[in-house]
């Protein structure tokens, strides 16, 4: 089983980015896909779901509310999170998360750097 994380990176505030989490070894339509993000110092708190039947309900956190957007391809096996209007309290490490009610899987994380 694999999460692999990209697209992190530091951008200034106000800016964009995309976050890809390419999955493997699991069957990546059958499971909620979540993202989650850790600030330096900071428990690990959860952004968005998406959920994995077709209807694909979607659900954020307050703060991200309007200016994220989670959207997955199970055809290759991938979820975004596409991030607006970026601030400086979206600094942190953003992980990927596969969830079943059996198992979770987690990504390594890819670091996002929100600064001037």
């Known amino acids: 089983v694999q999460l692999v994380e990209s697209g992190g990176g530091l951008v200034q505030p106000g800016g964009s980015l995309r976050l890809s989490c390419a999955a493997s070894?699991?069957?990546?339509?059958?499971?909620?896909m979540r993202w989650y993000r850790q600030a330096a110092g900071k428990e690990r708190e959860w952004v968005a779901d998406?959920?994995?039947?077709?209807?694909?309900?979607?659900y954020y956190t307050d703060s991200v509310k309007g200016r994220f957007t989670i959207s997955r391809d199970n055809t290759k096996n991938t979820v975004y999170l596409q991030m607006n209007s970026l601030k400086p309290e979206d600094t942190a490490v953003y992980y990927c998360n596969a969830h079943s009610l059996r198992y979770d899987y987690w990504g390594q994380g890819t670091q996002v750097t929100v600064s001037s």
């Open positions: 070894g699991f069957t990546f339509s059958s499971y909620v």
């Open positions: 998406i959920t994995s039947d077709t209807t694909s309900f979607i």
